[in-house]
């Protein structure tokens, strides 16, 4: 049963405008939700978090939301660039708080 | 910057061969990780180690085992590799207690079992 849903296998966007990537989880205990971004051939980065505490973090052109009533979180990329054609996925940690489990991913494409 | 190592970016096995997957992060962090990463189906917990000879099995552990003789150290083994075993394999370290900084990974390793 998955505890993190990402339902977009991909998304297309051109450069400049907003990329909204999506996330559903099932567990309202969760403290910690975070996104991370892979290349092809190299291994996931850590891109921006945010606390159960909270229902939005930034840094930078980065942003995330998180509705707690609904589960779902979302990232927001504004404006988006090339460089951030990427597959993104979120995560939260486990029950226990001592590995990662991500979704699926969602392949973004941003077209110039 | 945290640094977490994995020994090879590509490898070819044979089927049934014992394979080693090597993995050593610089910052003393306690918790090291093994995922695998297909497409479709994301990034996959094989076996995680909170400290030196524990490990915990993760989402999919079959036919993998690990080791971890020293903090800094977390290897895979494929006791008899399979076809089904070619993927990205991704090494992971973090710190108990820092959640919101989540885990530090390599750059993974492309096993290709024939």
Known sequence: DQQVKQNSPSLSVQEGRISIL?????????????????????????????????????????????????????LHI????????????????????????FGKGTTLSVSS | DVKVTQSSRYLVKRTGEKVFLECVQDMDH????????????????IYFSYDVKMKEKGDIPEGYSVSREKKERFSLILESA????????????SSPGTGGAGAFFGQGTRLTVV
């Open chain 1, 22 to 74: 999506n996330c559903d989880y099932t567990n309202s205990m969760f403290d910690y939700f975070l996104w991370y971004k892979k290349y092809p051939a190299e291994g996931p980065t850590f891109l921006i978090s945010i606390s159960s505490i909270k229902d939005k973090n930034e840094d930078g052109r980065f942003t995330v939301f998180l509705n707690k009533s609904a589960k779902h979180l979302s």
């Open chain 1, 78 to 101: 504004v404006p988006s660039q090339p460089g951030d054609s990427a597959v993104y996925f979120c995560a939260v940690y486990n029950q226990a708080g001592t590995a990662l489990i």
């Open chain 2, 30 to 45: 306690e918790n090291m990780f093994w995922y695998r990463q297909d497409p479709g189906l994301g990034l996959r917990l």
């Open chain 2, 82 to 93: 399979s076809t089904n075993q070619t993927s990205m394999y991704l090494c992971a370290s």
